[in-house]
Each structure stands twice: as structure tokens, then as C-alpha cells.
């Protein structure tokens, strides 16, 4: 491991990789600032940059993209009100009142602290966590694949938004589009409508373009993000150093903050829009002032910033190790390996270690870069958003995605299928579904595919071919896994059901 960290950190410290980490941060950042334009629409649009570079440097371009732009989301969440990413909305509670109160640099400075903290801590998880997940995973079968994929979509499909039927139901949609093409095993040719294009099934990237970008595109036409007047701040002399002690004393929030959006970043599918909340809650229940939270209270911006870029480290975990992301944008990351030729799983530790351990630090190095570019740029930033007209940004966004979507094979279908699949996915939000489910369906199809019709064909040594997917103990493990991710979101109903209703017996008539 030693040995590959330092072939990591050499390849991270070239001159090319280090300039290619500075761009994408403030790349991500712009991205993130500008209202609506999520992290994983960021890293989708500039997939196209990294075809044409090895993969090392497009997976820290990448790595760096989507850590700058978590992070871009509070200037617009404190200074405009507008949270630039998901992941920002808890910033909004606390920082636009502390903004509003002259304590703009403050919340600003408190923000890029608590960002770098835990861009770090999800980093050092990710890469102390890795390894020797990857090594329990190198002794999966086809069944514990299977078991692996079942208890993703269980997972994925309780942390959606709103119905959990509609959560279900997005991710089967998403694992019957995985199918369309040629089977994995048997060959078999299923939904090509007759088109030799669609044989080999449809692109993972051109799927999350089209499913990510092109609803974010026709929302910002129906809403447009222009308008939004940023409340103005000047860096004054020792803000910086006092809001930085201020920062670093509150070891506790800290802590907590980190570890709740690296666990939840390792959840997939949750990603920094669920962290926040939670860290922001958990913040405001541990705190001996709870009342401040709301009114401008630096501990509330600390917790949802910590929080949200840790779990950029944690959603890397059970994408390098089991193949499945942790969080939207590491689906996007999924498809850039893939495209690279590097298969997601404990096969980059056994075999590409380099560039693994590569994209881990130059993920640690955006972190850092963060603190430089965000308080001594902060002001320019948020002028710019603040500023930046709707006529210019959507037709730049949507002649990335053409060009995105086209470049990946040369093939026209595939400008057609992101078009289609951006329709679609724009019809699907308006009704309540969710993006996320959809997207994790389609990968985790053909790993749960792929993963019951071998352990069948390993099993017609049984009398019952089934039982090869419950012989090994790995297997009843994630199945157990698996039913009590499913049953969850059942257990708060449960105890509102047999909970005593408040004033119940108390005489008063109500």
C-alpha cells in the first residue's frame, strides 16, 4: 500500500496533474455557484475533456471538478440565498442571515474550512477503507454479485425522495434499460427495435448527460436563474485567522459532521444532499445553544459544508471496491473508468493500484486547493453568478452535451438516445421520480444479471440450481443486509403508529 501511496503522490505532484487539479477546482466551483447545476451535472458535462488524456489525469480532472463544485455551492447558498448544489441547502439556514448581518466573509471563511476538513477526512477514510474492502470483495462470487446488486437498489430505493414505491419503481426502470442489447451471457439480442446501433446496449454516460443535464437545462428555462441580487462582503483584516480558531475549537462538530457524510456518502445512492441535513440536525441537537441555529450561527455552516464534501471520500469507497457509487456523481466517475478500460471493484487494487491511489490524492490535493481559491476568489465568484445572464449559459450547457454524448462512440444514436432520455427524465421529475434510482438501476443491472445467470449455471450440480445463490455465508449476510435495508423506511412508520398521541388522556378536551 505504502508503495503505491508514494506512486499516487508522484503522479499527483507533476506539473500537468497539479495544473489539471487547480483547473478543475475552479472549474467545479463556477459549476457549483451557479443555481440549479448540479454536482453530477457538472462532472457529466465535462467528461468530454478527459477522453483524450490517460486515465490518471482525467480521473483527477474529474476527482477535482466534482470536489470544487460540491464546495462552489455555498457562495450562492450564503450570499444569495440560493443553495448552488443540493448538497449546499442546510448552508442557507445559517449563512445568508449571517451574510445579511455584515458577517459575509465569516460564513465564507467558516465554509472553505469546514470544506477542506472534511474533503480531507472523507479522503484518508477512503483511503485506509478501500483496501481491505477490496480484499473481502475479491472473494465474491456470482451470488454474493447478485446479493451485492439487490441490496444497492434496496438501498438506493429508500433514501429516495419522497414515495418509496416511486423510488422502486425508478430503479426497475433503470435496470430495464440495462438490458436493451446483446446479453452478457448467452448472447441473446433483447430491445434493439431492429437497430444495429443498440446492440451494445446503451452508453452509461450517454444515459446520465441525458438523464442529468438535459431536465437541469429545461428547468433553468422555465425558471432561469437570473435575478438574484448577492449580498455584497469586504475581506476585512483578521476575519480570516479569528473565523478559522473559531472553526478549528469546534473539534466535536468537527468529528461528527465528518463521519456522518462519510458514512452516508458510503450509502449509495444518498450523496451531500441527505448529509447536510443530517449533519445540520445532529449539530443543532448536540449544541447547548440550539436556539441560535437559523439566525446565523457559524456552527450550522460548518456542520452541512463539513459534511457534504466528505462524502465525495465515502462515495468512492463502494464504487473502487464493489463497483457501485456511493453517491450521483460517482455513477458518472463509474462511466469514466469503464470507458477507460479500468473495471470498477477490487480489480483496480489488483491491478491499476497506481491510478486508483492516484485519483484518491488528487481528490485530497483539490480539498486543499480549495482554501486559497475559495477565500481570496469568493467575491469574484459570487459576482459573476450573480450576473451571469440564462441566454448564455444554456446554450453552452447544451452544446456540451451534444458533444459529450457524440464523442464517446461517433454515433449519432447516441445524441438521439441522451435527447430522448433527457425528456424522459425531465416527464419523470415532474411526476416525483428521481434520477438517482433510475441511474443506479441501469448500473447495477447487468452486475445482478450477470451475477444470477452464473451462479445458476454454477448450480447445476444441486438438485435445486437456485440454492447456489444461498450457499456461502457472504451471501446470507448481504441478504440479511438487504431486508433490513428494505424494511426501514418501515420502522419510523411502525413507532408513529404505537407512539402515544401528544394530550392524549390529558383531560383538556382537545
Known amino acids: 500500500m505504502l508503495e503505491h501511496l508514494w506512486m499516487g503522490l508522484q503522479n499527483v505532484l507533476m506539473v500537468k496533474n497539479l495544473l489539471l487539479i487547480v483547473a478543475g477546482t475552479v472549474s467545479g466551483m463556477v459549476m457549483g455557484a451557479l443555481p440549479g447545476l448540479t454536482a453530477t451535472m457538472a462532472v457529466a458535462l465535462l467528461v468530454p475533456f478527459t477522453y483524450a488524456m490517460n486515465p490518471a489525469s482525467g480521473l483527477a480532472l474529474l476527482g477535482a471538478i466534482y470536489m470544487g463544485c460540491v464546495y462552489g455551492g455555498a457562495f450562492s447558498a450564503i ?40 474533503g480531507i477526512f472523507g479522503v484518508i477514510a477512503l483511503i485506509f477503507l478501500a483496501p481491505p474492502l477490496a480484499d473481502i470483495a475479491l472473494r465474491f462470487g456470482p451470488a454474493e454479485y447478485f446479493w451485492v446488486g439487490v441490496f444497492g437498489l434496496t438501498i438506493i430505493s429508500s433514501l429516495s425522495a419522497g414515495s418509496f414505491l416511486k423510488g422502486v419503481v425508478g430503479a426497475m426502470f433503470g435496470i430495464l434499460v440495462s438490458t436493451i442489447g446483446i446479453a452478457p451471457i448467452g448472447g441473446d439480442v433483447r430491445f434493439t427495435f431492429g437497430s444495429p446501433a443498440m446492440q451494445g446496449g446503451v452508453d452509461l454516460i450517454v444515459i446520465l448527460i441525458g438523464m442529468f443535464c438535459i431536465p437541469e437545462v429545461l428547468t433553468i428555462v422555465s425558471k432561469g436563474i437570473g435575478g438574484h441580487t448577492a449580498v455584497e462582503y469586504h475581506r476585512t483584516k483578521g476575519v480570516l485567522w479569528e473565523t478559522t480558531k473559531k472553526v478549528l475549537v469546534q473539534r466535536a462538530n468537527l468529528i461528527r459532521s465528518c463521519v456522518i457524510g462519510t458514512f452516508i456518502g458510503i450509502l449509495p445512492g444518498a450523496g451531500g444532499n441527505i448529509a447536510n441535513l443530517v ?105 459573476f453568478v450573480a450576473k451571469l445572464p440564462v441566454r448564455y449559459l444554456v446554450p453552452g450547457i447544451g452544446i456540451l452535451t451534444i458533444i459529450g454524448s457524440y464523442a464517446i462512440r461517433n454515433n449519432f444514436t447516441d445524441v438521439i438516445l441522451m435527447l430522448g432520455f433527457g425528456v424522459v427524465g425531465y416527464a419523470l421529475r415532474t411526476l416525483g421520480f428521481q434520477a438517482a434510482p433510475i441511474v443506479l438501476g441501469l448500473i447495477l443491472g447487468p452486475i445482478m444479471e450477470t451475477g444470477l445467470v452464473q451462479a445458476y449455471l454454477t448450480g447445476q450440480g444441486y438438485s435445486w440450481p437456485w440454492l447456489a445463490l444461498f450457499i456461502n455465508p457472504i451471501s446470507w449476510i448481504l441478504i440479511a443486509m438487504s431486508i433490513l435495508s428494505f424494511a426501514w423506511p418501515y420502522f419510523g412508520s411502525l413507532k408513529q403508529l404505537f407512539q402515544k398521541p401528544e394530550g392524549l388522556g390529558s383531560g383538556n378536551g382537545e
Open 79 to 118: 450570499l444569495i440565498n440560493t443553495p448552488g448544489t443540493p448538497s449546499s441547502i442546510g448552508t442557507t439556514f445559517d449563512g445568508y442571515p449571517m451574510a445579511r448581518q455584515g458577517r459575509g466573509e465569516e460564513a465564507i471563511v467558516g465554509a472553505t474550512v469546514g470544506s477542506a476538513i472534511g
Open 279 to 383: 449533519a445540520y440536525n445532529e449539530a443543532k441537537r448536540a449544541s447547548k445553544t440550539p436556539e441560535k441555529f437559523g439566525t446565523g450561527h457559524l456552527e450550522g455552516v460548518v456542520a452541512t459544508e463539513t459534511a457534504n464534501n466528505a462524502v465525495v471520500g465515502g462515495g468512492i469507497i463502494p464504487l473502487v471496491t464493489l463497483g457501485i457509487p456511493g453517491a450521483p456523481p460517482d455513477a458518472v466517475i463509474y462511466g469514466v473508468l469503464m470507458l477507460q478500460g479500468l473495471r470498477p471493484g477490487p480489480e483496480l487494487f489488483a491491478e491499476r493500484a497506481d491510478i486508483t491511489y492516484t485519483f484518491m490524492l488528487a481528490l485530497g490535493a483539490a480539498a486543499l486547493v480549495m482554501v486559497p481559491i475559495g477565500i481570496y476568489g469568493g467575491r469574484l465568484l459570487t459576482r
